[in-house]
Every structure is written in C-alpha cells, then in structure tokens.
C-alpha cells in the first residue's frame, strides 16, 4: 500500500538521535526523475523524506511525477527552507506536509541541533496555511528531553487547527549511530498515557487512530512486542537515494533490488523479495515506526478502513473516555517487563560545532559497525 522515497541523505539539521547529517549523499548519485517514472500507480500513500528533500533542486518535480501515483503524497521535512514548500503547496495545496517539530524554542534547537528551528517552522507552518494547505502538521520524536512538552505540543497543534504525528526513537542502519534508547523508559512510556486519552477526547476519527498508535509506542518504549504484526515488504516498501529497494528502513539485510537495473514488478515478485518476506516474518526487531505501524494498522483490501483490532480498541477506549472512565492501560501494557539499557548520552550538536563532514558511500554499512539491533 504504501512507499517512503528516501530522496537524499544530505541534511541542514543536525539531530542529536540521527547521524545522516555527517554522511551526505553526492546530488548526482541520488535517484533521478526518470527512476521515479518507473515506479507504478496505485499507493495509498507516497512519502517524501531524507535526509532533508527540501534540499533537493527538483522536489517539485518529483511531486508532479508522485502525485498522480498514490491517493496521498507526503513530503517529511525539518521545514527549514519553507520557500520550497511553498512552491509544492501553491501547486498541490493537498499534499501532505508533515514539519518536524521537537519541543519549544530551546528543547527543539537543542535536539535537532538548528539555529532559530522553531521559529523558522512555526512561520513556515504559518504560511502554508495562508496558501492554502490542506493536510498541514506537526511531527515529534518522543523522547526523554522533549517528553515533558509533548503534551503542549500536541494542543498548540490543536490551536492551530493542524496534525501531530508522533513516534519514538530507534536505530537504524541509514543514522549512522546506535544510542537511541530512552534513559528512562517507564517515565517516558507513562507520560504518552496523558496524550492517548487527550486524543481519544477529540471529535477526529484520525485521532482516535492516532491513539492507538501512541499505544504501540508506549510498548516499543518499554522494549516489548509490537501491537501488530509487522507487513514490511508486502505492504509497505523503501528506495533509498541509491535506488535500491528495501523491505524496511531499518535492516540493511531487507534489500530486494534496484529500481534502475529492475523494473519494480520484477522486483516485488523475484526469490529474493520473498526470501526477504520470510525474513521480516521473523524479525525481532520489533520497530514501531508511523510509516510501517500505520500501514500494519489498515485493511490490505481496502486501506481507507482498519483492521477489526485497532477498530476494537478504538470503540472501546473512546466509549470508556466518553463516559469519564479512566483507560485501562495496564490491559494492553505490562510495566513491569522493561528492558533495561546502559548507554551514554547523546551528543548535543546545538552549538553547531564545525565538524568533517563525509561523503556517504553506497557501500557503508552502520549495521555492521554497530552489530545487528535487537528489540531491546
């Protein structure tokens, strides 16, 4: 159903939980438009991300290729150089645009490592409405320097009448680094608890749903069990800069082909696309991220539904919020199995020390480096 095109590993953000930043992509090894062309009709959602896309000279014109190849096209962004998106909202008012957005002024800055972040979205945002954007919002990475905002965070998104997607942090190959681990996961876990049931407040359906998300969050917080299980590679696929199509953003081993040496029928039904399914079917990795859990939360058949359990807890949980009943979270959450990390504290780029920044070779490998990623 779904397809994230990772555009670029060249980033102006300098986060502190991703190291994409240090590892640029050359602009001319980056996947091109005519590979874009060959990708088919039919997504339910496209997205859009990086690396940061905006820095991308010809981001309009991916969008004027993706946009008539999925019910919804998505552009990830730090919503630093808002005069692109400008340009893609006066053309595609309903694209969906998605800032990311750690905390207020010195809780943002400090996290992504930016200059006047938060100023800089927030009048972006601004302006993307006054153009006329019709799917604007928000987007946030849970964690223990920002989780004591989030809760204001998401009613300043209220306020402004825009979305807030949320996730957590993890580790994957493309971020050049494996700390992202909470320093303490059962405070930030309990503190999601409060945002769950603001949501399930709302009159949004999609909000309600968004619930049920933060729910998986709180278990991939803890270090167990996702919710659902996970569909990458049958349901919801990757390419990367180099156009190479992976089964998910996480394990470098998920490879299944190149979208400019293949033509993308061929490389969904070849041995090695299955060989890599059965491989997610026994992954332990346990991720729960917004692209891959929101896919695993829909109806293959027809992806504008859910499937029956999210449905269930959705009815359930917004009756109990209805009636002034507190959720049962200690139904869906065991607290007392919570994995137990040692490691050293992120690194703070806010001060925008220079630093030697690398080219990305095609051949680097972080998971190497690091050793495969457990669900802990």
Not at 279 to 303: G, K, L, S, Y
Not at 310 to 326: E, F, S
Request: proline share 5%; glycine share 6%; net charge positive.
């Amino acid at each position: 159903m779904d397809l994230t095109v990772i555009s670029t590993y060249r980033c102006n953000s300098r986060c502190s939980m991703c190291n994409i930043w240090k590892h640029p992509t050359l602009p001319v090894q980056e996947i091109g438009l005519s590979t874009l062309n060959k990708l088919p009709d039919g997504f339910d959602n496209v997205n859009i991300t990086g690396g940061e896309p905006t820095l991308r000279n010809d981001l309009l014109d991916m969008c004027e290729i993706l946009y008539p190849k999925a019910k919804k096209l998505e552009i990830s962004t730090n919503g630093l150089r808002p005069e692109k998106l400008e340009t893609v909202i006066q053309r595609f008012p309903n694209i969906k645009i998605r800032i990311s957005l750690e905390g207020f002024q010195q809780t943002n800055d400090r996290i992504r490592g930016e200059r006047k972040g938060f100023e800089t979205k927030m009048r972006a945002m601004a302006r993307l409405k006054e153009l006329g954007g019709t799917d604007l919002g928000f987007a946030s990475v849970i964690q223990d320097e920002n989780i004591d905002e989030i809760i204001e965070l998401y009613n300043l998104t209220k306020h402004e009448k825009i979305e807030f997607a949320t996730s957590a942090l993890h580790n994957a190959f493309q971020f050049h680094k494996g700390d992202n681990w909470p320093y303490n996961r059962l405070r930030v876990a309990r503190q999601i608890e409060t945002l769950i049931t603001e949501m399930l407040r709302t009159n949004s359906v999609k909000s309600w749903f968004r619930a049920y998300l933060n729910l998986g969050l709180i278990r991939k917080i803890l270090g167990q069990k996702r919710l659902l299980v996970c569909t990458a590679g049958t349901e919801f696929i990757f390419v990367d800069p180099w156009s190479d199509v992976y089964a998910c953003n996480v394990r470098p081993d998920l490879l299944i082909g190149n979208l400019e040496e293949q033509p993308w029928d061929r490389i969904l039904s070849g041995d090695k696309a299955r060989r890599v399914r059965e491989q997610v079917a026994a992954c332990a990795q346990n991720c729960w991220m917004v692209t891959t859990a929101r896919t695993a939360m829909r109806n293959p058949r027809v992806p504008s539904l859910p499937k029956l359990r999210p449905l269930a807890w959705v009815i359930n949980n917004k009756l109990r919020v209805t009636m002034g009943m507190p959720i049962r979270f200690q139904k869906y959450i065991n607290y007392v199995d919570i994995a137990n990390d040692s490691t050293l504290k992120r690194k703070d780029y806010s001060s925008g020390d220079p630093i030697r920044r690398k080219l990305s070779p095609k051949s680097a490998q972080p998971y190497d480096e690091y050793g495969p990623f457990n669900n802990r």
